[in-house]
């Protein structure tokens, strides 16, 4: 009992879902410039003036059109494999495999995540950017990811 007071009180203070829904919108808002901007940029191509660095915003559009919806799919635990397999257990069975999945990819992506945040921060004070027929720099989608 103590346990579930405990999760209920930290899901309370740690809503993060409308800031995972937001990500998933933007990921979507990303899709669909990419889409039209790329659709702009073969048709004007064929008539010899093609959209200048559309390539390059469509690699660092990518970023956020795979990753920021992971955040609302894990809140709503909607991986379809886990889906397959954890349907078959009873709920505190479930509820312990949540635990283990928790505990286990702390220890996993916190030193990834920190890692990644030295590179964007590293990558920021070199103002790294990618070359191209515009250069279009690449620091702020290292901070995105």
């Known amino acids: 009992m103590l346990s579930r007071s405990i999760w209920t009180t930290l899901k309370r203070a740690t809503n993060i879902e409308p800031l995972a ?20 940029h073969v048709i004007s191509r064929k008539m010899g003036a093609p959209v200048p660095g559309a390539f390059e915003l ?7 059109v795979f990753a920021f919806p992971l955040a609302e799919i894990s809140l709503k635990k909607d991986h ?39 590179l964007a921060l590293e990558m920021y004070a070199m103002g790294e950017y990618r070359q191209g027929m515009i250069n279009i720099p690449i620091w702020p989608f290292r901070f995105m990811l």
Request: proline content about 3%; overall charge positive; hydrophobic content about 60%.
């Open 21 to 40: 829904h937001g990500m998933t919108v933007a990921a979507g808002i990303s899709l669909f410039a990419m889409m039209v901007m790329m659709s702009i």
């Open 58 to 64: 469509s690699e660092q559009f990518m970023v956020l």
């Open 80 to 118: 379809i494999i886990f889906g397959l397999i954890s349907d078959k257990f009873p709920s505190r069975v479930k509820k312990r495999m949540d635990i283990v999945g928790i505990v286990v990819g702390l220890f996993v992506f916190a030193p990834l995540a920190y890692k990644a945040w030295e």
